[in-house]
């Protein structure tokens, strides 16, 4: 499980990384305004950023969550291995009532 999780982890990190750098500054939007070719792709003029927004919001939502999700199975990790073996009712060792004769002269 925490090796599916962590490839998706690694996943959602690589494509939230692309998709953040294909994305145009808050300058961008003046010069599609004087005709910078911008209304004539895919999405149109503005569709193609709220589309990059919303999927980048989903792919951090997603990242926060799985690294949530590590975080508390390393935790858990971490504390089941330092944990001591106890038995639930320790017992002291048995003492024998027999004692040692005595030496002889």
Do not use: C, E, W
């Amino acid at each position: 499980m925490f090796n599916i999780i962590l490839a998706i982890h690694i996943i959602v990190a690589i494509a939230m990384i692309g998709l953040i750098l294909i994305q145009h500054g808050k300058g961008a939007d003046a010069g599609a305004s004087f005709g910078a070719g911008a209304s004539g792709t895919v999405f149109g003029a503005a569709g193609s950023a709220n589309f990059l927004t919303r999927a980048t919001a989903v792919l951090a939502v997603i990242f926060f969550t799985t690294s949530l999700t590590l975080a508390v199975h390393a935790r858990k990790q971490a504390d089941s291995q330092y944990k001591l073996d106890v038995p639930a009712t320790s017992q002291a060792p048995a003492t024998t009532s027999n004692p040692a004769p005595a030496p002889t002269k």
